[in-house]
């Protein structure tokens, strides 16, 4: 006999993307697990401001936290010990909790799965993470 359950699963999205944009990207892999997870999508709480990250000021295009103090910005590959909405974020993942949880997992891509690894080290080591 086979298991029944189907798993609910919190999805964030990478940087420059917003819920939309995951889950239309995750498309696939989404059918394929259909019978066995429900994903639920959140948006990022940080607007990406027109400039170089976001040239044509897209609604769309979020954030899970900043890097660079002026202008706001973020790069993997930038070395730094500046983070802007970093609290923001943990607060945004603790209300989708509270409100559309509980989860059985967490999907993360790219800055996404960054604050996903982030929340796990931050619960491990301090229990500074509310809902998890």
């Avoid at 800055?111 to 619960?123: A, E, H, M, P, R």
Wanted: charged residues 25%.
């Amino acid at each position: 006999m086979s298991d029944s359950k189907v798993y609910k699963v919190l999805c964030l999205h990478g940087y420059r993307q917003d819920a939309k944009a995951f889950k239309t990207k995750s498309g696939g892999f989404r059918k394929i697990l259909k019978n066995h997870c429900d994903f639920e999508f959140i948006d990022a709480p940080h607007l990406i401001p027109q400039g170089e990250q976001n040239p044509n000021d897209d609604k769309d295009c979020l954030s899970w936290w900043f890097s660079g103090e002026n202008p706001l910005y973020f790069s993997s590959k930038h070395v730094s010990n500046f983070v802007k909405g970093f609290d923001e974020s943990i607060q945004r993942v603790n209300e989708a909790f509270e409100t559309k949880g509980p989860f059985d997992g967490i999907l993360g891509f790219s800055q996404g799965g960054s604050l996903l690894s982030l929340i796990c080290l931050l619960k491990h080591f301090n229990g500074e993470v509310e809902n998890f």
